[in-house]
C-alpha cells in the first residue's frame, strides 16, 4: 500500500485499506505500507521483497475512490475500485 503523497487524504484512506487487507490476509504473510521516498523506489524495494501486488493511492484516488493497483511480475498496472482491492487480491492469490 503506497499513498502517492503524504497529503490530501492519502495517508488516510491508506492507512484504512492497509488495516483492511491486514484482518482479511494475516494468516498469508504481511501486508506492507510504505510511505517513504519516490514511487519508483518504493516499487523497486516491495518487488525485491517479493511482494506480488501494489497498491497506490492517488489523487485519482480522493476524486472517484480507485486505486493503482500494479502487479510485480509482468509490471501491468490498471485501476480498480477502492472497496474491490481485497477481493482483488483474493482472487490473484487463490490462483497464484
Known amino acids: 500500500m503506497f499513498p502517492l503523497v503524504n497529503k490530501d487524504g492519502m ?5 484504512r485499506l492497509h488495516a483492511e487487507l491486514a484482518r482479511r490476509f494475516r494468516s498469508l504473510g504481511a501486508i506492507e505500507h510504505d510511505a ?11 518487488d525485491e521483497a517479493g511482494c506480488p501486488y501494489c497498491f497506490t493511492i492517488d489523487g485519482q484516488t ?16 490498471e485501476r480498480i475500485a477502492l472497496d474491490r482491492v481485497a477481493d482483488y487480491l483474493a482472487e490473484r492469490l487463490e490462483r497464484g
Open 11 to 15: 495517508p488516510e484512506i491508506s492507512a
Open 62 to 77: 480522493v476524486q472517484d475512490q480507485t486505486v493503482t493497483a500494479r502487479d510485480r511480475d509482468t509490471g501491468q498496472q
Open 36 to 46: 517513504r521516498a519516490t514511487i519508483g523506489k518504493r516499487y523497486a524495494r516491495m
